[in-house]
């Protein structure tokens, strides 16, 4: 899962710090419905099959009321076949359902996969690639008309669309029937023909293998098995969308039709969304969901300083007021001392990385110096992270709690906080290779991200290297950071567990068939036969034995290739205020809990 979407400036480092997750693994067997799961540590790893609705709303909960929520940022889009950012994921889930969903359980202060729209977590066929959803009776969209398993089908064939609807989650390409040649419902045979990398066989239109309806079930084929449908089966990709609404698809975001308890009052794209009860919406249809509050009130690109100020004074609408940022040094500081039940932490399940190119940085030992020239403290510290809180040393790949985590140190020693100029010069001095040059991003109009730059310029240049940073902004970064053919040579992002194994990391990042595609997926070109060979082998395992296989793959893939430096797990500190309830932390997001959140009476 990719993280919040940076598109201005206020505190955009620092506001995009997000930790590690924690939790362990299960689920169903082939051929049965999945058995609830009681999993621990805040990594959503936990099922309940049997879940219903209604969700109790809490007794301190008043009636009404708007919330407002702030923010330095804003989504880059809010279609459902594209939210695929930890922030407009939870904006979402407000307005629109899936098959499934995660819930909070105070219990064990962790997520819970839950059914959605499905009637269960789905049932498996023995062979694993054949998957069966059910949708419950009553379910309707904001007009009153009846959600049907045409509509589910039709936005799954959606997504395939990635031509028109771009930067949306990609698993559906690799693991469902004909993904590799579906191209979508919208394609003509003549737009077809002009697509990169155009083969014969290629279709389009609503004759799609892959998915299939029978009355109120929807049935989905794959290619190879994909035991974690379930959880992939939580995302806006698999709402349901009338193919007679959305008669033009790249305005479809605009005004989406909600099956949730909120649906659009109105929308300026990256400025305010406000939402209003969907009086459509059901809740003895929902075991996740309440609609305690009459709207949502929405303000992006906002000022964070002045809106943590504001929050902490506690007065007037701040009383019901959020920010999903994560909480200024100095503000994080003051909320712990004076308003500690107006600050919600939490985990993500998150890490940060340089992302080396391999193409251009092929010798591993210059790979291995960037770990030790790397300076993590004096990089945090200037970058505006709450090191122990926003920022964690990172040692696996995985973040701590991923289900089959596999602890180890690579290179030997390398604690993911150490910077050693020494060891860096002296692998560069054995590979030939003194003074190379490092070509990694820095946004202008961000203040963290140039004090950030000028720790890591000075930490390379004492460990040997050459550095050469590219300036970019805000509202150019992703751009640069998604073309192959940027001057960097390092691109530095992070990835969040899309569910809770490596699963939804090395397939999504790492799939050496990824290589070449629009957007950089894999953003370190990374393709090797037999890492490719070890992902495909793992993807056949049942359940119970895949988890083990990634931690190890982990370990495998970077101690024989090393194709990214971990830079730190992340970690949430939210604030809110006094009357605003039902706020914990989505650790499958590092997100506020927005579907169970009140106003206190």
Not at 223 to 240: E, I, M, W
Not at 391 to 417: K, N
Not at 571 to 589: E, F, I, Q, R
Request: with cysteine; aromatic share 10%; hydrophobic share 35%.
């Amino acid at each position: 899962m990719r993280l919040k979407k940076t598109v201005v400036a206020a505190s955009a480092v620092a506001a995009l710090a997000l930790v590690a997750a924690c939790g362990g693994g299960g689920g169903g067997s082939a051929g049965n419905t999945q058995q609830s799961y009681k999993g621990g540590g805040g990594a959503g790893a936990g099922k309940n099959a049997t879940a219903q609705g209604p969700a109790a709303v809490p007794s301190d909960a008043a009636s009404g009321g708007t919330m407002d929520v702030v923010t330095w940022a804003a989504p880059g889009t809010l279609d459902p076949t594209r939210t695929y950012y930890t922030d407009s994921g939870e904006i979402m889930n407000l307005v629109t359902r899936a098959l499934t969903q995660y819930v909070y359980d105070p219990k064990s202060d962790d997520m819970v996969l839950e059914p959605d729209m499905a009637t269960d977590l789905g049932q498996v066929s023995k062979d694993g690639l054949t998957w069966t959803f059910t949708l419950k009776d009553g379910l309707k969209y904001e007009d009153g008309s009846p959600v049907k398993a045409e509509d589910v089908a039709y936005a799954i064939k959606r997504s395939f669309a990635i031509d028109t609807l771009p930067d949306g989650p990609t698993y559906q390409l690799t693991f469902f029937k004909d993904g590799d040649l579906y191209k979508g419902p919208f394609a003509s045979a003549a737009q077809l023909k002009k697509m990169k990398g155009y083969k014969s066989d290629w279709y389009s239109g609503d004759d799609y293998k892959g998915v299939e309806t029978d009355g109120n079930k929807i049935t989905i084929h794959l290619a190879k098995p994909f035991p974690d449908l379930d959880y992939y089966a939580s995302f806006p990709v698999f709402t349901a969308i009338p193919q007679s609404k959305d008669t033009d698809p790249t305005s479809y975001e605009q005004h989406p039709l909600a099956t949730g308890p909120y649906k659009f009052a109105d929308y300026k794209p990256g400025a305010e969304l406000k939402l209003v009860k969907n009086d459509q919406w059901d809740p003895n249809t929902d075991p996740g969901r309440i609609q305690s509050v009459d709207g949502w009130d929405f303000k992006f690109s906002q000022n964070q300083a002045k809106d943590e100020n504001a929050i902490l004074g506690d007065k007037g609408n701040a009383q019901t007021t959020v920010s999903y940022d994560n909480a200024l040094a100095q503000n994080y500081k003051r909320a712990s001392t004076q308003a500690p039940d107006q600050l919600t932490q939490g985990t993500s399940p998150c890490t940060y990385f340089w992302y080396i190119d391999m193409k251009k940085i092929t010798d591993k030992r210059v790979r291995e110096a960037l770990s030790w020239a790397y300076p993590y403290q004096d990089a945090w510290k200037a970058s505006g992270y709450i090191i122990g809180v926003t920022r964690q040393p990172g040692t696996s790949l995985l973040p701590p709690g991923t289900a089959g985590r596999v602890e180890y140190q690579y290179p030997e020693g390398q604690d993911g906080q150490t910077t050693d100029p020494a060891k860096s010069k002296a692998l560069l001095k054995e590979a030939g290779a003194l003074g190379f040059k490092i070509k990694f991003s820095y946004k202008t109009d961000v203040p963290e991200s140039v004090s950030g730059k000028d720790a890591i310029v000075k930490g390379l240049k004492a460990g040997g290297f050459d550095p050469q940073p590219v300036a970019s902004t805000s509202a150019k970064e992703r751009e640069l950071q998604s073309d192959n053919n940027a001057p960097l040579n390092i691109r530095s992002s992070g990835w969040c567990s899309d569910w809770p194994t490596g699963g939804s990391w090395f397939p999504a990042i790492f799939d050496g068939a990824l290589v070449g595609q629009a957007g950089m997926p894999n953003k370190s070109n990374f393709k090797e036969a037999d890492a490719d060979k070890k992902q495909s082998e793992i993807l056949h395992m049942t359940p119970d034995k895949s988890a083990a296989a990634w931690g190890e793959f982990d370990k495998w893939m970077q101690t024989t290739y090393m194709p990214v430096v971990n830079v730190g797990y992340a970690g949430v500190a939210m604030l809110h205020g006094s009357k605003v309830g039902g706020m914990y932390n989505d650790s499958t997001k590092g997100m506020p809990t927005f579907s169970t959140m009140y106003i206190k009476k």
